[in-house]
C-alpha cells in the first residue's frame, strides 16, 4: 500500500470522531432535524439535513480560500452575532405563532395533519438558512483548519478528504438519529406534535437571545473561556 493511500486512510479515520461530535452538538439544529423526522419523515428531515451540509459546506470554502485577516475579523465582529441572533429570534417567534394558527386550523377543519404536503425544496432551504445564520459555526471551521490544516501539512487534497470524512460521518449519524426519531411519529398526536413545535420554537429564540448577548458582551465571553481553561489546567 502507498504512503500516499496510508496518509488518505488516516485522514478519514481522523475526522469520523468530529462528524460524530458535530452530529450530537446540541444546538437549534438539532432539534429541528429531531422534530421534522418526528413530525415530516425520513425525506423531509433529510432534506433539511442536506440544507444544513450546505452551509457547512459555504462556511468552509470561506475559512478556507479567506486570508486569516478577513476571517478573524468575520468570525470576532459583535455585529455579526448580534445579526444572527435577532434573524434566529425573529424565525422562532414567526415559527411560534404560525404554529399555534396551523393548529388552530386544523383542529376547526378536521384536517389529517398526516397528508399535509411536504415542502422538501423548503426544507432544504430552512436547513441552510439555520445553519447560516449561526456564525459560531464558522467559529468551528476556521478551528478545524487552524488546527488541523497544518498537521495535514495544508495540503488542499489532505485538508478536503479529512472535512469530507467530517461531513459524511456527520450525515450518516445524522440519519441514524432520523430514524429513531421517526419511530415516535406513530405515537403523535396533533396537539402534541404542535406542542412540540411551540417548544422548538422558544428554543430557536433562546439560542437567538445567546448569540445576541455574545455580540454585546465578547469580552465576557473570553473571560469564560479562560476560566475554563484555568479550570483545565488545574
Not at 45 to 68: E, P
Not at 141 to 157: H, R
Not at 159 to 183: E, M, R, W
Request: net charge positive.
Amino acid at each position: 500500500m502507498s504512503n500516499d493511500c496510508i496518509s488518505m486512510i488516516e485522514d478519514v479515520l481522523s475526522g469520523i470522531p468530529l462528524g460524530i461530535l458535530l452530529a450530537f452538538t446540541i444546538g437549534p439544529v438539532f432539534f429541528v432535524l429531531l422534530e421534522t423526522s418526528a413530525t415530516k419523515g425520513f425525506r423531509a428531515a433529510l432534506s433539511f439535513d442536506v440544507g444544513v451540509v450546505l452551509g457547512d459546506i459555504f462556511f468552509i470554502l470561506i475559512a478556507y480560500f479567506s486570508t486569516n485577516k478577513i476571517l478573524h475579523k468575520i468570525k470576532d465582529d459583535p455585529s455579526l452575532f448580534i445579526f444572527g441572533g435577532v434573524l434566529l429570534i425573529t424565525y422562532g417567534v414567526i415559527s411560534f405563532i404560525k404554529c399555534k394558527r396551523d393548529y388552530k386550523r386544523i383542529v376547526q377543519e378536521d384536517i389529517d395533519f398526516s397528508i399535509i404536503k411536504k415542502n422538501y425544496f423548503r426544507l432544504f432551504i430552512k436547513g441552510f438558512f439555520l445553519n447560516f445564520i449561526n456564525i459560531g459555526v464558522l467559529g468551528f471551521w476556521l478551528g478545524i483548519i487552524f488546527i488541523f490544516g497544518p498537521k495535514l501539512e495544508m495540503e488542499d487534497e489532505r485538508i478536503f478528504t479529512f472535512i469530507g470524512s467530517i461531513l459524511c460521518t456527520y450525515l450518516i449519524v445524522d440519519c441514524f438519529k432520523i430514524l429513531l426519531a421517526k419511530q415516535l411519529r406513530n405515537k403523535l398526536t396533533p396537539k402534541l406534535i404542535f406542542k412540540i413545535k411551540r417548544v422548538i420554537s422558544l428554543m430557536l429564540i433562546f439560542f437567538g437571545l445567546v448569540l445576541v448577548l455574545q455580540g454585546f458582551f465578547p469580552n465576557e465571553k473570553e473571560k469564560l473561556q479562560n476560566v475554563i481553561e484555568d479550570i483545565r489546567e488545574q
